[in-house]
């Protein structure tokens, strides 16, 4: 499985950006899609998480960016989407997106995971 992000780069506080992921690869499952970032010396965080199935909407949001980031899903295309508004200087990472292919309980934490793409470069200035 391979994960293409694109779409990051630099924008000014308050601005908005639109991250895209397309998975491509042989016979492979989603079970969710994600976006985590990880700024200079922090750890990985979780964004935000979708179900795959074309039968819900299921989300699950990081409380940093609830109400400012929305992600979406194109389920015929393999495509998910961070619409990112009201972007604040400590958006300031590298994006990255990511897939889980099997169901468990706790299917939006890092561990669940296994596929990443190469991240995108997202920058806030003040």
């Known amino acids: 499985v391979q994960l293409q992000a694109s779409g990051g780069g630099l924008v000014q506080a308050g601005g908005s950006l639109r991250l895209a992921c397309r998975a491509t690869?042989?016979?492979?499952?989603?079970?969710?899609m994600a976006w985590f970032r990880q700024a200079p010396g922090n750890e990985r965080k979780l964004l935000a998480a979708?179900?795959?199935?074309?039968?819900?909407?299921?989300?699950y949001y990081g409380e940093a960016v609830k109400g400012r980031f929305t992600i979406s899903k194109d389920n015929p295309t393999n495509t998910v989407y961070l619409q990112m508004s009201g972007l604040k200087p400590e958006d300031t990472a590298v994006y990255y997106c990511a897939l889980n292919p099997r169901s468990n309980k706790t299917w939006f934490t890092l561990s669940a995971f296994d596929y990443w793409g190469q991240g995108t470069l997202v920058t806030v200035s003040s």
């Open positions: 690869g042989r016979s492979f499952t989603t079970y969710a």
């Open positions: 979708i179900k795959w199935s074309a039968n819900t909407d299921e989300t």
